[in-house]
């Protein structure tokens, strides 16, 4: 059986039981505990790098000013999202020399908050990477992750994207801390692969980081049921951040609503359709509390 039941009780506290046996019903209350602030940052990016950058600190200023977060999170390519394969490799960077790395280890270290890049074309060697990178109060940079799952379809209409014309693929399963909280990273097209979200919860995930890009056609039918999916089933925190509107002058649009989720499937913070921040405070007990009333984890058969 998997059909649940769920009672809201006052001052945050509910309850969690299996229809079957009725011996649980009453066990499991929830009363909240140790929490993690995040804000979440949705853009609508363009061929403007400069632009993307301004505005991009203009949210995070914003967002650290209005709610003070631990965690700050942009969306995929949030500096240069543009058409071309040219154009692309032109606005990459090496590390740490890049503007957005510089900019974004300046802003962390200044408003000493952690701060979770989205992704931005990497240059290394002859090689281009989607690469997340993630820096630490102290501006140090304390994790980088390169999208493992690249995004090649023909979609109805006639439109195509071949990530892997101009992306190569990374290859490492990455994790990093807010404090005591371990923090998965994926980027867009990985959602779609629920094996490298086992591997994050294996990891010890708490939270899972998941910056985007996604298409309008795909978006409106699959990204809050894959979001809500992998959420429910790491019992993490997930946190869909995407990118909003028009791009390469209304030749791709992207779905936008970025949005958090509790280890229970529901979202409890949604940006609206524009360019825009939400915070929602993640109670971290709330995971093991999932985790022992429906213990999935325990339960694999297969590898």
């Known amino acids: ?76 390519y949030y500096a240069f999202l543009g058409e071309g394969r040219e154009n692309i490799h032109a606005s990459a960077e090496t590390f740490p020399d890049g503007e957005s790395y510089r900019l974004m280890s300046d802003l962390a270290a200044r408003h000493k908050v952690t701060i979770h890049a989205g992704s931005v074309v990497e240059r290394d060697g002859n090689n281009h990477y989607n690469t997340t990178l993630v820096f630490g109060p102290t501006g140090k940079e304390i994790a980088r992750y390169r999208k493992m799952h690249l995004f090649d379809v023909d979609i ?42 086992r591997k994050l919860r294996d990891k010890g995930s708490d939270v899972i980081v998941l910056p985007a890009a996604f298409t309008l056609m795909t978006g409106k039918d699959h990204w809050e049921v894959l979001a809500r999916a992998r959420a429910i089933e790491t019992q993490t925190y997930f946190l869909a951040v995407g990118q909003v509107g028009s791009h390469s002058g209304g030749k791709k649009w992207c779905w936008g609503h970025t949005m958090v989720i509790d280890p229970w499937g529901h979202i409890v913070a949604q940006c609206s359709d524009r360019v825009t921040t939400t915070t929602a405070r993640l109670d971290l007990d709330y995971n093991g509390f999932v985790r022992a009333n429906v213990p999935v984890a325990q339960h694999h058969v297969l590898a």
């Open 1 to 76: 059986m998997d059909r649940i039941t769920k009672t809201w009780a006052p001052a945050k506290v509910f309850r969690v039981c299996e229809i079957v046996p009725r011996t649980l019903c009453s066990l499991s209350v929830f009363q909240g505990g140790r929490d993690v602030k995040v804000s979440l940052v949705q853009m609508n990016s363009g061929s403007d790098k400069a632009e993307n950058l301004k505005t991009a600190a203009a949210l995070i200023d914003k967002a650290v000013r209005d709610e003070a977060p631990d965690l700050i999170v942009l969306p995929e």
């Open 156 to 197: 109805a209409g006639g439109i195509s994207y071949r990530e892997s014309d101009t992306i190569s693929r990374g290859e490492e399963v990455v994790t990093y801390k807010v404090g005591d909280t371990t923090v998965g990273c994926a980027i867009c097209y990985d959602i779609r692969f629920p094996e490298l979200f």
